[in-house]
């Protein structure tokens, strides 16, 4: 398994923690946690992440749920944010629109504290995230742009290369990458008649 058992095994699905009430005591953190963010949470990394603060906290209002976070004994040590994207490739608006209506998670970036890298910290919250992509439906496949020394990297997680990115950044250009989160299936297609109306019908699922 890609964790270790140092690393606490939470459901499949990352739900956000709720706080304790007040006055509840002094609070106790989890050994290791991982949860959606708050627009809070990533100031401690902001100076260890490509993303602006405030582009940080843009993306966590509009589509926290699109975020992961893991935190060791309350503190963020790494996180990954996204959001949904409406198109076959991504264009200059996918770095700073979020389309509520489309089926592909564009990773915008992949952080991790500089304390803690070198440590695998990077692919276990990676492959966390794409798990929990699985639990929300309407996602279909996650995409990412990166710089061709990080290719390796987000191959061992699975994703393929689709080409040279039609976005540059200055003299920076990337190769655009995506994941299947729900490969499509290319099964025969079969037709029958209810009544005068065609209706698609699923291929059989015995043995010819």
């Known amino acids: 398994s890609i964790c270790d058992q ?7 699905c990352a739900l956000p923690c709720v706080p304790p009430p007040p006055g509840a005591g002094i609070a106790t953190f989890p050994a290791s946690e991982f949860r959606c963010l708050r627009p809070e949470d990533p100031s401690s990394l902001c100076l260890e992440c490509p993303l602006h603060l405030d582009e940080v906290c843009h993306f966590l209002t509009l589509c926290p749920e699109l975020s992961l976070g893991w935190f060791e004994e309350g503190r963020l040590v790494a996180f990954i944010i996204g959001s949904l994207w409406d198109q076959e490739k991504l264009a200059m608006d996918a770095l700073t629109l979020h389309k509520p209506h489309g089926s592909t998670v564009h990773l915008h970036v992949l952080a991790v504290h500089r304390t803690f890298r070198q440590q695998g910290k990077g692919s276990i919250l990676m ?4 798990q929990y992509l699985r639990c929300l439906p309407y996602v279909r496949c996650a995409v990412l742009m990166c710089e061709y020394f990080l290719f390796p990297f987000y191959q061992k997680s699975g994703f393929k290369v689709q080409g040279h990115s039609d976005i540059t950044v200055g003299p920076l250009t990337f190769i655009e990458m995506m994941y299947p989160v729900r490969p499509r299936v290319h099964a025969p297609q079969q037709w029958c008649l209810r009544g005068h109306e065609p209706r698609l019908m699923p291929p059989s699922m015995g043995g010819v």
């Open 6 to 12: 140092q690393i606490h095994i939470f459901s499949k």
């Open 127 to 130: 492959w966390r995230y794409l």
